[in-house]
């Protein structure tokens, strides 16, 4: 549990650098909504509260990243969830992925994959290619969800869509097996390919093997389809 607590963590505090700050809601702006707007994770404790209570979504979300990651105070997992759950009710797609993975893992809360199900199919719906994938398999594996291939394919065939390496795999690999889809080595060997390309070693491995069952024939057309699918998707 405590090497998946620490990828929860380091996942979460890796979108610290990447967020966005996330305007006032409400039609006037007066100095005080502009100053809780312009707040980040590793604003003071006690301006981002002050914000956070009064439903800034963006103050919210980034206090629960500060006690998530002890980020100048001490740690509070109980803190931090509850204002993870405040901003992901009021929409944001980053609370409510990183609900879905702080209840995949059952760190700081009971482990409940119905949970994540629930927080990464919310953040799925707003396009969340991570998100898209992680509830693609959910559905894969049958954990939160019945388990149904056609709908992994699904949320996969969408992040992958977007150029998640992660996807790209999964959905080859569906389609090697025909779990959700068709049986098409060619298709399959496509996928693999591109998410290949990004360094995915799984998806190497798994281009190698499929392409051993496969004709010169076959491999010219998946090869086709792999240029042409990097063409339309600079």
Not at 152 to 178: D, H, I, K, N, P
Request: net charge negative.
């Amino acid at each position: 549990m405590a090497s998946r607590g620490a990828a929860s963590r380091a996942l979460i505090a890796g979108a610290i650098g990447t967020l966005f700050l996330l305007p006032a809601h409400g039609s006037g702006q007066d100095s005080l909504s502009v100053a809780c707007a312009d707040l980040s994770s590793i604003s003071p404790l006690e301006d981002l509260t002050r914000c956070a209570e009064q439903g800034q979504v963006s103050a919210q979300f980034n206090l629960a990243v500060k006690y998530w990651t002890g980020i100048g105070i001490p740690r509070d997992d109980t803190e931090a969830v509850r204002w993870y759950k405040s901003a992901a009710e009021q929409g944001l797609a980053l609370a409510q992925v990183s609900l879905g993975f702080i209840y995949s893992t059952g760190d700081g809360v009971l482990e409940d994959d119905s949970h994540a199900a629930r927080w990464y199919r919310l953040a799925a719906e707003q396009g969340v290619a991570s998100a898209q994938l992680d509830l693609g398999r959910m559905y894969a594996n049958g954990m939160g969800v019945r388990k149904d291939d056609r709908e992994a394919v699904r949320w996969y065939r969408l992040a992958a869509a977007q150029g998640s390496a992660g996807a790209q795999v999964s959905l080859g690999l569906m389609y090697s097996t025909g779990e959700g889809v068709p049986e098409d080595l060619v298709v399959a060997y496509m996928w693999c390919s591109l998410s290949a390309a990004q360094g995915n070693e799984v998806a190497r491995e798994s281009k190698d093997r499929i392409e051993g069952q496969m004709t010169r024939e076959q491999i010219a057309q998946a090869q086709r389809l792999s240029r042409e699918w990097i063409a339309t998707h600079p």
